[in-house]
C-alpha cells in the first residue's frame, strides 16, 4: 500500500551541507518529499519526539544533538514507503549499515547518525502530526 513516513534529516547533515545529497538517495529510492521544512528544534520538541527513550543512558545527548544546529523535518510518500526507508537509510550503527545507504555514505556515529524514520504506521502517524498540518502534506 501507498504510506506515508516520517523523516528527520540529522544535525550531522545540515551542518556538512548535505541535505541535497540524502535527499537525491531518498529520491533515487523511490520515495515522493510530499512535505519539508527546515526547522530549530526546541528542547521541548525534542524530549517529546524521542520520549519513548527518556529512560536510556543516551537521552540527554540526543536532545543535545537534536538541537545543535538546524533539521530538515520531512513527509516521505511511496509503496511500503516505511519499510522502504529503513533500508534506505541503513542500521542505526553506521559500522553495520549496508554499501550505498544513507548512514553507510554520511552518518558519524551511533548518535550522530544521519537520518530518522519512523518504525511503524502508528509512529508514523503521530511524528508526521507533531511537525505537519494535514494541508502542509501535498501528494
Ligand atoms: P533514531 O532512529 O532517530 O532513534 C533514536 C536515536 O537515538 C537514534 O536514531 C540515534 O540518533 C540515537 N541513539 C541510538 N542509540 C544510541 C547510542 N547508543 N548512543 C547515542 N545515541 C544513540
Redesign the pocket.
Known sequence: AVEHTFSILKPDVTRRNLTGAVNAMIEKAGLRIVAQKRIKMSRAQAEEF?GV?KERP?FG??VEMMTSAPVVVQVLEGENAILKYRDVMGA?NPEKADAGTIRKEFALS??E?SA?GSDAPETAKQEIAQFFKPDEIVG
Do not use: P, R, S
Request: no cysteine; net charge negative; aromatic share 20%.
Open positions: 524521542y527513550h543516551f545527548e540526543l542505526t551511533m548518535g547518525n530518522h
